[in-house]
């Protein structure tokens, strides 16, 4: 079979950020190799130039091909030639830097994939929106957990009707990493989560509870109506949020809640979503991500897993499988479920063709600004006795 027709050869990916010590970088390296589509061949692994060198043997990534920092990669690799140049690149650096190096790389005509939150505020996501617009390049954010073969099947039963209505959403993601009484505590990790000028105005809320309401969103297809939001800080001297729930209204009368903590001890990567329908209701946790929960009206709960070739799977979430039933899939998968729609993106406008850019299987630049816009309403909200504050795009900006 032909590597990515029509171009059949493999995508060429430039990484910023993934230096020595931080978590996510590796994921997307990883992720996007994964099927081997596509090699990391260019990188600014580090804000510090010697660190982006050392770190650039451990990915493979030429000497030649590594850079001290975003603004000579994008420089250097639009010179180059159209068979050396890199197609793509990922942005794995905290969210601070995230508007400026996005902005740059559409701006050069790269394909970009963002790791969330998309920027630092609502008013970079939307200048980052014209930007894109202004554009022809594919643009993805990494809300990951959209590329779990049973989120898929959710969310395409949903779409075919089996839960019938959607009454309620119920999601949390619960973490207890930055439940220590210091800074200090979560090491490199949760220095710059914890500071406003380099995560935004939402300390757990922009970290995870981003991820949650984006996953009710993808699975649901409900549009959200307005907000009202507690959050708290509760270990001492801490500049954000580590604790939050906020209840939801849809536009359609659905009601949801969400819940985000990362200071619940024991608790590591929680992320659980629920929905409730007028025919039947549903259930995923991604620390059991190879099960969907099903219970319908009047019969017997039912177990879906991730079980390929057995008929039981919906189209997308059959194509997001690569193992036989019981050998489990988890984070890498799913992350490089994303790359490959994303990839699909790619070798389309590489070679002419059309893509969607709003209705994309891969969380995009409209799903970024709605998540700037939640932040910034739930953070609102707060700040004001939990007081309803809109989270329809268009009546937020009047
Ligand atoms: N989708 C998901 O599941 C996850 C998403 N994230 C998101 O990914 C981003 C990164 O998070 P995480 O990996 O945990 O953060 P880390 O602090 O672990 O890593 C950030 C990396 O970026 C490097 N870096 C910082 N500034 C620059 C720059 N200007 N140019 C090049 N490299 C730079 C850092 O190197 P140095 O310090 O040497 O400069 C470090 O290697 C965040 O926006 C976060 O919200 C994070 C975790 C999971
Ligand atoms: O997006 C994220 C998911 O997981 C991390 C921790 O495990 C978070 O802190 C992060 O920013």
Redo the contacts with the bound molecule.
Sequence with gaps: MALNPPLNRKLRMGL??????????P?HGIAAEFDHRCTLTAG?????PE??KKAAPSYGVDESRTYG??EAMLDAEARLPDDERVDFISI????H??YE?AKAAVEAGFNVVC???ITLDLAQAESLLKTIENSDVVFAL???YTGYPMIRQAREMIQAGELGKINAIRCQYIQGWLAGTSEDDGG??SA?RTDPAKSGAAGTFG?IAT?AFQLGRYVTGELPESVSCHLKTFVPGRRLDDYGTAVIRYQDGAIGVLTASQVTHGRENDLELEVDGTLASLKWRQESPNELVVRRAGQPHQIYTRSPGTGTMTPLAEASSRLPAGHPEGFYDAFANLYNAVFDDITLRASGAAFERRDTVYPNVYDGVEGMLFIQQCVASSEQDAAWMPLNYAEARQ
């Design positions: 910023v950020g993934g230096g020595p010590g931080s978590f996510i970088g994921v600014v692994f580090s804000s510090d660190r982006s920092n975003y794995a650096t905290p969210n830097t995230h190096i790791d969330k939150p990494t809300h990951n490199q990790l710059w970290d991820h």
